[in-house]
C-alpha cells in the first residue's frame, strides 16, 4: 500500500534555482495539500486542490505553484528557490474535503537552499 | 478564521502514567472536525483521531481519548498508560467549511522511563 508518496526525500538547492517536489497517491483522492513545517511553526497550508483541474491557495502560496491534471498527481513547483524557503514540505491527501475526511501525509521531503 | 492554539510547548510524564495534551480552537463555523496527529522523531505524520462538532460522544481510539467541551472550544487528547514509544510532536488540527486542514504548532511529549 503506497499511500502518499513522496519525491525526493531530500534535495539542496542554490539560491534562484528552480525545481518540483513531487507528490503522487493511488487512494482515488479527490482533495490534496501541500505544507510546510518549519520550527515551531506547525504545519502551514502552502496550496491544495479539490480536485483536477482545481487549485486554490493556502496560507503561505507566495514563491510556489502547483497544478492539477490528474488525480492522482499534484507537483509543487519553486520558481526561484530563496533560503527561506529551507523547510520541510508535506504533501496529503484526503477522499473528498469534508470535515470528517482524515488527511493522510507523505513522508516529507527536507528541502535546504544555500 | 480558524486557529488552533496549543499551549504546551512541551509536556513531560512517567511511563505508565496518563497525560493530557491542551488544543482550543476558534471557528464560526457550525459544522467542523478536530483531529490529532503524531509526529516521532523519523518525522512522518500519523492520525491519532478524529472528533466530530456533532458528536455526542468523545472519540477513543485504544490509549488515545480526546476530552471535547464544546462550549469551551477545547480538544484535549488524553493519552492513558503512556509508553517510551509516546514520545513525539503532537499536532492538534481543524477542519471547517473553509475546506483547509490548520494545525496548531504542537506539543513535544517526552516519556520518561
Known amino acids: 500500500n503506497a499511500g502518499v508518496t513522496q519525491t525526493p526525500k531530500f534535495q539542496v538547492l542554490k539560491t534562484g534555482q528552480s525545481m518540483t517536489l513531487q507528490c503522487a497517491q493511488d487512494?482515488?483522492?479527490?482533495?490534496m495539500s501541500w505544507y510546510r513545517q518549519d520550527p515551531g511553526m506547525g504545519l502551514r497550508l502552502i496550496h491544495y486542490?479539490?480536485?483536477?483541474?482545481?487549485?486554490d491557495q493556502g496560507e503561505v502560496p507566495n514563491g510556489y505553484n502547483v497544478s492539477r491534471s490528474t488525480t492522482e498527481d499534484f507537483p509543487l513547483r519553486l520558481l526561484s528557490a530563496a533560503p527561506s524557503q529551507t523547510s520541510v514540505y508535506f504533501c496529503?491527501?484526503?477522499?473528498?474535503?469534508?470535515?470528517?475526511?482524515?488527511?493522510?501525509f507523505g513522508a516529507g521531503t527536507r528541502l535546504s537552499v544555500l | 478564521a480558524q486557529k488552533i492554539t496549543q499551549t504546551q510547548p512541551g509536556m513531560f510524564v512517567q511511563e505508565k502514567e496518563a497525560v493530557t495534551l491542551d488544543c482550543t480552537y476558534d471557528?464560526?463555523?457550525?459544522?467542523?472536525?478536530l483531529f490529532w496527529y503524531k509526529q516521532p522523531s523519523s518525522g512522518e505524520m500519523i492520525f491519532l483521531i478524529y472528533?466530530?462538532?456533532?458528536?455526542?460522544q468523545n472519540a477513543t481510539e485504544g490509549r488515545y481519548s480526546l476530552n471535547f467541551q464544546k462550549a469551551r472550544k477545547s480538544a484535549n487528547l488524553v493519552i492513558s498508560a503512556s509508553q517510551l514509544g509516546d514520545s513525539a510532536m503532537y499536532f492538534c488540527?481543524?477542519?471547517?467549511?473553509?475546506?483547509?486542514?490548520?494545525f496548531g504548532k504542537g506539543t513535544k511529549l517526552t516519556v520518561n522511563p
Open positions: 496529503a491527501s484526503s477522499q473528498a474535503s469534508f470535515t470528517k475526511n482524515i488527511q493522510y
Open positions: 487512494m482515488n483522492h479527490e482533495y
Open positions: 486542490s479539490v480536485g483536477a483541474g482545481i487549485t
Open positions: 471557528t464560526s463555523d457550525p459544522s467542523y472536525g
Open positions: 472528533q466530530g462538532s456533532y458528536d455526542q
Open positions: 488540527a481543524m477542519r471547517g467549511g473553509s475546506e483547509k486542514l490548520v
